[in-house]
């Protein structure tokens, strides 16, 4: 441990995801003290008609 | 918050997504008072080959 | 199938809890027709120290 | 219940997935008396640029 | 990898949780050759009140 | 989106956590372009009896 999972709209680089990765290995590393070989970073890629944010629907307008 | 993840067999249209989204923001909205914006559905579409249940196998037999 | 996860903050009452769930395995049976004894939610509370948005942190000035 | 989510680097074949989900079951029916149609065992394939292990990085070298 | 969850109600001991995690290891080792080491499997126990299965909910006449 | 969720060993403070969370949405922000926030971080403890790592185990013994 620690696992961490990361779920997102797709679209981002290989490069980006391997930054990514680093520095939060090295957060973890840094401020909890986990060995960075057990640090594993996994990023869910979706399309955006999988993953729904209704910032912009109808819905606020039945409170 | 909240984050809901749905996994499921693949096979639905991006319509039935949004429908289903949308009506699992108004659940949270309505019952628990959450903003509709902080509402996020991802769906986690799996091949049969990936999603396993094993409704017919020959697992009961053992017990 | 399907899974259903909602993390959210802790607070809401077993009574919530189970009117969402109950809207929600409607949603899934009436739009995409699953079995509703196939509808699994699982509500993962978290308190606020360990469930953390950056609404009002001082990130955005980094940009 | 129980739902089993197993993720890992893709390359496995489906007969291995099905072999490991029968196992899984039969651990769950054999050891915690589980029904075994309500094992759910899912598998979540990552290519190795969305699962990242820090094995080999230069993060420990800032410890 | 691979990062196994498993998600069902409370109230299995920690040696029932260990000799599963043994045995899901095994199959992960002997069916699909991945490193013991690189097995992690995690428990997350629910209270009924936060895995709900309608089984047997009146939803299932609303089709 | 992202939503991050880690999941470790119970035991640090809510201090740690929120170091971690504030350098994790950092990385996602200057990384990936993410408004700061749309950065949820969620940090899953759990007790050691619930997250086991079979690095001493006998299974290698077993390939």
């Given at each position: ?34 060995a960075p ?27």
């Amino acid at each position: 441990m620690p696992f961490v999972e990361i779920s997102w709209f797709e679209g981002r680089t290989d490069e980006q995801k391997a930054e990514i990765a680093k520095r939060i290995s090295e957060a973890l590393v840094e401020v909890a003290g986990v060995a960075p070989e057990h640090c594993w970073v996994k990023f869910e890629d979706s399309p955006k008609t999988d993953f729904i944010i209704h910032e912009d629907s109808g819905v606020r307008s039945r409170l």
